[in-house]
């Protein structure tokens, strides 16, 4: 098979680097200094792999990739950009890229990407497969936040998922945005305007959680005074969000697989099975694997919902990421309160990175609500930083009166306004009065 490479960038000399490196890599490179010119080459070349950048004067590498893959399905594409987020690395996946890449390119890693593209469709080639499958490896759209290689490899998943309807285990800390990722994923298929519905397993008892899902027949149990559809009825081929899945019982775990493996499920004090197009994505922060080890988890379920795997890393383990997703955060600050906090300073975004993040994006979201509410300019210094210990310096360290002094603090600043204080703590009043009664 000819192993002919078209590159296309407006940069001059990035194409001569890369052009470089790939003649030495013993492939023939040719180049286009925008994607009008590819298209007018293509024929000519007849390259195996084309690897353009995204954003140039005139067409873009996106617009490109749109065509190619409508013209030249068999064609190979890798789409690099310098300017990362998840819309665009999700939007080349879903589009059909091979890959996606990061600018500053290494020539190297470029050189083993364009090895691996001609060997898999070699393997495809002799397998008679003209279609390439890929490798199947927190919220609106496009709040994912971060450009670090996890994340990256993360935004690529979701891309490849919204071309089909597979089964999706999402897993990571607490607090690092698994339902983020669900929601992404919801929001990118082709089904994204039927509902995303969210369930955390932990919140309900089996019966209720059987219920929310499965729905229920008149007389089911106490209080079914009338039948009620459940969520897998409800949501028609939109997405069933199953969070804490590790968390649920073995009886649930069973009735769980039984959706899984055959699409239907009966209504809790029903007879007759329904049936359900709804997509699955459960989440766990949970060892699945010691669980199954132990009895606690049924085996088949979680071969069942690992069809795909998505590890959502730690804040700790992506630090870099830390100024945007700072400033995202900040920004839904805003709007969510009356605070006209504009930015973060230098200083307290280097404290920002410097700390470890136990509760990963949740508590960084935490601490900048607190630092917000506590600015009394529109920047946020790093005296407003309240991190870890830093406030359980009294000697009870209960939660109990964490929250206290917590509600205490959100009381003063709102000048003791009870309805703001309850806004501002996410709870509803009656929930804040109990707290006030309690200090």
């Known amino acids: 098979m000819s192993q002919r490479i078209l590159i296309v960038?407006?940069?001059?000399?990035?194409?001569?680097?890369?052009?470089?490196?790939?003649?030495?890599?013993?492939?023939?490179?040719?180049?286009?200094e925008s994607a009008e010119k590819a298209l007018g080459c293509l024929a000519k070349v007849d390259p195996g792999l084309v690897i353009t950048d995204v954003r140039m004067s005139g067409m873009t590498g996106l617009e490109l990739l749109e065509k190619l893959r409508s013209n030249k399905p068999e064609m190979s594409v890798v789409v690099m950009t310098g300017h990362e987020d998840m819309d665009t690395a999700v939007s080349a996946m879903k589009a059909g890229a091979f890959d996606f890449l990061v600018k500053p390119v290494d020539?190297?890693?470029?050189?083993?990407?364009?090895?691996?593209?001609?060997?898999?469709?070699?393997?495809?080639?002799?397998?008679?497969?003209?279609?390439?499958?890929?490798?199947?490896?927190?919220e609106p759209r496009g709040s994912m936040v971060g450009s670090t290689p996890p994340m990256i490899d993360i935004y690529k998943t979701i891309g490849r998922l919204a071309r089909n309807r597979a089964t999706v285990l999402v897993r990571g800390e607490t607090g690092t945005g698994k339902e983020v990722v669900a929601r992404a994923i919801h929001a990118h298929s082709a089904h994204s305007d039927d509902p995303f519905v969210a369930v955390n397993c932990t919140a309900l008892a089996d019966t209720l959680l059987e219920s929310e899902l499965f729905g229920h027949t008149k007389g089911a149990f106490t209080g079914a005074s009338a039948s009620r559809k459940g969520y897998f009825e409800l949501a028609g081929e939109g997405t069933i969000f199953l969070d804490e899945i590790g968390d649920t019982s073995p009886d649930f775990q069973t009735k769980l697989l039984r959706v899984l493996q055959e699409r239907q499920f009966y209504p809790v004090g029903g007879e007759e099975p329904r049936d359900t197009e709804a997509r699955v994505i459960a989440a766990t922060h949970q060892?699945?694997?010691?669980?199954?080890?132990?009895?606690?988890?049924?085996?088949?379920?979680?071969?069942?919902?690992?069809?795909?795997?998505?590890?959502?890393?730690?804040?700790?383990?992506?630090?870099?990421?830390?100024p945007l997703l700072a400033d995202a955060l900040l920004a839904r600050i805003r709007r969510e309160t009356d605070r006209d906090v504009r930015r973060i300073s230098d200083d307290a975004l280097d404290r920002l990175q410097e700390y470890d993040w136990p509760g990963n994006v949740r508590e960084l979201e935490n601490a900048l609500m607190r630092a917000a509410l506590l600015a009394r300019g529109t920047i946020i210094g790093p005296d407003h930083l309240v991190l870890g210990q830093e406030e359980d310096q009294a000697d009870d360290l209960s939660l109990?009166?964490?929250?206290?002094r917590h509600v205490g603090r959100v009381m003063k600043l709102v000048d003791g306004d009870e309805e703001r204080a309850a806004r501002l703590l996410a709870i509803p009043e009656d929930e804040l009065q109990e707290h006030l009664g309690a200090r």
């Open 400 to 404: 109990r009166t964490a929250m206290h």
């Open 287 to 322: 060892p699945l694997e010691e669980l199954v080890r132990n009895g606690k988890f049924r085996e088949d379920l979680f071969f069942r919902l690992q069809v795909v795997e998505i590890l959502v890393p730690a804040l700790r383990d992506r630090l870099d990421d830390v």
């Open 9 to 32: 960038d407006d940069d001059t000399d990035a194409l001569e680097v890369y052009k470089t490196r790939l003649d030495h890599g013993g492939f023939e490179v040719e180049t286009a």
């Open 107 to 138: 020539p190297k890693a470029l050189q083993a990407l364009a090895e691996r593209c001609f060997r898999e469709r070699e393997l495809l080639q002799d397998e008679d497969e003209p279609d390439r499958e890929e490798d199947e490896a927190e």
